[in-house]
């Protein structure tokens, strides 16, 4: 079971977006990155096309490394650390390290 899953929440702790919040778009588990929306923009040159009538410039999210994440806490209301438990009916679950909630 992997701490950061698609759909969390997540606060970037390095780099240039240190400090920004967004929601993991997408988890690429071999490469240990994420995609998340609003953090590691970087530019792409699109050509026109016949879909996409207008080109130019446009911003994209760049995979970040999953170690420069952490993830935050709504009841908390902080990044913070994940631990796991077995549930009573033997389920495996994630929760937060500082208030013991569940993720």
């Given at each position: 079971?992997?701490?950061?899953?698609?759909?969390?929440?997540?606060?970037?702790?390095?780099?240039?977006?240190?400090g920004?919040?967004?929601?993991?778009?997408?988890?690429?588990?071999?490469?240990?990155?994420?995609?998340?929306?609003?953090?590691?923009?970087v530019?792409?040159?699109?050509?026109?096309?016949?879909?996409?009538?207008?080109?130019?410039?446009?911003?994209?999210?760049?995979?970040?490394?999953?170690?420069?994440?952490?993830?935050?806490?709504?009841?908390c209301?902080?990044?913070?650390?994940?631990?796991?438990?077995?549930?009573?009916?033997?389920?495996?679950?994630?929760?937060c390290?500082?208030?013991?909630?569940?993720?």
């Amino acid at each position: 079971m992997y701490k950061i899953k698609k759909g969390d929440t997540v606060q970037a702790i390095k780099g240039k977006d240190k400090g920004k919040k967004g929601k993991v778009l997408k988890v690429l588990f071999k490469e240990q990155r994420v995609i998340v929306e609003g953090i590691n923009l970087v530019k792409k040159h699109k050509r026109k096309t016949q879909q996409d009538q207008q080109g130019g410039i446009v911003s994209i999210e760049a995979p970040i490394k999953s170690s420069n994440l952490m993830i935050f806490c709504k009841h908390c209301n902080r990044p913070v650390r994940v631990g796991f438990t077995v549930l009573k009916d033997g389920t495996k679950s994630r929760l937060c390290r500082a208030c013991k909630e569940a993720l």
